[in-house]
C-alpha cells in the first residue's frame, strides 16, 4: 500500500493529496509493527499461548474468505446477509430462523446507510440495484 500510494499526490499539510493518509496509516503501521517485534522479548512465548480455540477462529477466517471471493460476484446485499448468517449459524450456533430475520434486517439498514444515506458506491452484484 505504500509503495502503490505513491502514484498519488502527496500534497501538504494545509493541503493533503490523495497519497497522504495512505502513506500516513501504513508509515504508522509498519511503525507499531516494528515497536511490537521490539517489545515480544518481553511478552510470553508463543509455546506457552492457548490455543484451544483455533477452530472457532479457522472457521472465522474460512467464513471471512468465502465471503470476500464471493463480494463482487453476489454483490453486498447477498454477501453480506449470507456472511452474517453463517457467523451466527455456523461459528455462533445460533437459532437459524432468527440469525436470518438478523442477517437481513442488519444489511438492510446497512445497505440503507451506507449506500444511500451516505451514498458509498456499494457492489450491486446479481440483484442489480
Do not use: C, Q
Not at 18 to 24: C, E, I, R, T
Not at 95 to 124: D, H, M, Q, V
Amino acid at each position: 500500500m505504500f509503495a502503490i500510494s505513491g502514484d498519488l499526490p502527496y500534497g501538504r499539510l494545509s493541503a493533503p493529496g490523495a497519497g497522504m493518509m495512505p502513506k500516513l496509516m501504513t508509515g504508522l503501521m509498519m511503525l507499531f509493527a516494528l515497536l511490537v517485534l521490539i517489545d515480544a522479548k518481553r511478552g510470553r512465548e508463543l509455546a506457552a499461548i492457548d490455543w484451544s480455540d483455533r477452530g472457532h477462529a479457522a472457521l472465522v477466517l474460512v467464513i471471512a474468505a468465502v465471503a470476500v471471493a464471493a463480494y463482487r460476484p453476489l454483490g453486498f446485499l447477498i454477501t453480506m446477509t449470507l456472511l452474517v448468517f453463517a457467523l451466527l449459524v455456523v461459528v455462533e450456533r445460533r437459532n437459524a430462523f432468527i440469525a436470518a430475520a438478523y442477517s437481513l434486517g442488519l444489511t438492510l439498514f446497512a445497505y440503507w446507510l451506507f449506500g444511500k444515506a451516505l451514498k458509498s458506491p456499494l457492489e450491486r452484484g446479481v440483484l442489480w440495484f
